[in-house]
């Protein structure tokens, strides 16, 4: 009997190493795959907050404003946005601000159908960003996933604010809209 099983146990020696390599694959791709939508959840909260708060920093220059800076135009918008960027997030993203009613901003992706609101009339000259308009800032920002086991290319190409086309994996678009103050 001794000798069945010892000649059992040594065909069955190196089984248990397999056996661990193929376990450690599949925890390993599970961890990595945790780790990089951890770094997605990450993104799409700085996109949401960018948009907000990028919104109430545009609302508050508007045409009565006496801050410096003042009134806000859409790269006013973009470098603000350069400087609330946190470590871990690319400066790679599209930002659009539209003031509706702005005719001649159709060219920066601000829709020229909006129609102004609150008696705000439309404006070619520049934003209508007059107390009591609205201004909407959308952000678009391209995730990659750093797992190889993900989907190549679901989001079309965008210019980020260097005029550089850029293509992810992911587009997260976040879009705020609020009322300027001055």
């Known amino acids: 009997m001794n000798g069945i099983s010892k000649s059992r146990m040594?065909?069955?020696?190196?089984?248990?190493?397999?056996?661990?390599?193929?376990?450690a694959i599949v925890l390993l791709m599970l961890m990595f795959g945790v780790v990089d939508f951890a770094r997605a959840l990450y993104a799409y909260h700085f996109v949401t907050n960018a948009a907000r708060e990028a919104t109430r920093w545009a609302s508050v220059?508007?045409?009565k404003c006496q801050l410096a800076g003042c009134p806000a135009a859409t790269?006013?918008?973009?470098?603000?946005?350069?400087?609330?960027?946190?470590?871990?997030?690319?400066?790679?993203?599209?930002?659009?601000?539209?003031?509706?009613?702005?005719?001649?901003d159709a060219t920066n992706g601000c829709p020229t159908s909006e129609t102004?609101?609150?008696?705000?009339?439309a404006s070619t000259s520049g934003p209508n960003n007059n107390p009591g308009c609205p201004v909407k800032?959308?952000?678009?920002?391209?995730?990659?996933?750093?797992?190889?086991?993900?989907?190549?290319s679901i989001c079309s190409?965008?210019?980020?604010?260097?005029?550089?086309?850029?293509?992810?994996?992911?587009?997260m678009?976040?879009?705020?809209?609020?009322?300027?103050?001055?």
């Open 75 to 104: 790269s006013d918008v973009a470098t603000y946005l350069g400087t609330i960027t946190p470590s871990g997030i690319s400066t790679n993203y599209q930002v659009i601000a539209c003031w509706p009613g702005l005719g001649s």
């Open 116 to 121: 102004p609101t609150n008696g705000c009339t």
């Open 61 to 63: 220059r508007g045409s």
């Open 10 to 23: 040594h065909r069955e020696r190196g089984s248990t190493i397999l056996e661990f390599g193929l376990v």
């Open 137 to 152: 800032v959308q952000i678009i920002y391209p995730f990659s996933f750093v797992f190889p086991l993900m989907p190549s």
């Open 173 to 182: 678009t976040s879009t705020s809209q609020m009322v300027i103050s001055q």
């Open 157 to 171: 190409s965008i210019q980020n604010q260097q005029g550089q086309t850029v293509t992810a994996n992911i587009c």
